[in-house]
């Protein structure tokens, strides 16, 4: 079946640095691919749209100069947390849409990504 | 704005229990509702997804209904086992591949 591929699956690094997460797409085609964190005891919120060969569209209140997105190809997006901070230390999940026709735009998750800033 | 709600937030059984969770929606425009289940620290494992046009879905001992109209879904669970324990989220797709996810019922079966 399809799978999603999240690297890495946990982080650690310092206050000010920045950390990037893969998100691919093993076997199929996502021209869109979604990113959510979820911090711990909540449930997750989508922060942006990642969309093939164009810019992310943001969702509210989501700094888009602090998490870069970049969806290159047809099967990477990636997530860079830009001077990460401590309030950024969460989980965070891609998904992706199986972008044949027929496929029903069946959604797969990635195993997410621990990132812990000290 | 579509607002996703997850009762109860949490649910202790004792085994051999069947049990329901519930979930609702705000905006009946979906194109489909999907029920996942996450164990602590990990990802997501999709159990049902039932699409806007359908009333429900089974697999197993799990079954999904979803009522558009009054904007609710119910997630039946069968006989239940210690490894049913984890956090159950509801999720609803009405933008095509966004959802807006319910927070979660953590549900814990005792032996």
């Known amino acids: 079946g399809a799978v999603v591929s999240q690297h890495p699956s946990w982080v650690i690094c310092k206050s000010g640095t920045s950390v990037k997460i893969e998100c691919r797409s093993l076997?199929?085609?996502?021209?869109?691919m979604f990113w959510y964190r979820q911090f711990p005891k909540q449930s997750l919120m989508l922060m942006a749209t990642s969309n093939e060969g164009s810019k992310a569209t943001y969702e509210q209140g989501v700094e888009k100069d602090k998490f870069l997105i970049n969806h290159a190809s047809l099967t990477l997006s990636t997530l860079t947390v830009t001077s990460a901070h401590p309030e950024d230390s969460s989980f965070y999940i891609c998904?992706?849409?199986?972008?044949?026709?027929?496929?029903?735009?069946?959604?797969?998750f990635g195993e997410g990504s621990w990132l812990t800033v000290v | 704005k579509q607002e996703v709600t997850q009762i109860p937030a949490a649910l202790s059984v004792p085994e051999g229990e069947n049990l329901v969770l519930n979930c609702s929606f705000t905006?009946?425009?979906?194109?489909?509702l999907q029920w996942f289940r996450q164990d602590p620290g990990k990802g997501l494992t999709s159990l049902l997804l039932i699409q806007s046009s359908q009333r429900e879905q089974t697999s197993g001992r799990l079954n999904a209904s979803l009522d558009k109209s009054s904007g609710r879904s119910t997630l039946y669970i069968a006989a239940s086992q210690p490894g049913d324990s984890a956090t159950y989220l509801c999720?609803?797709?009405?933008?095509?591949?966004?959802?807006?996810f319910g927070q979660g019922t953590e549900l814990s079966v005792k032996p």
């Open positions: 998904s992706a849409r199986d972008s044949i026709a027929g496929s029903g735009n069946t959604i797969y």
């Open positions: 076997d199929f085609q996502a021209t869109t």
């Open positions: 905006d009946s425009a979906i194109y489909n």
């Open positions: 999720a609803v797709d009405n933008q095509g591949g966004k959802l807006i």
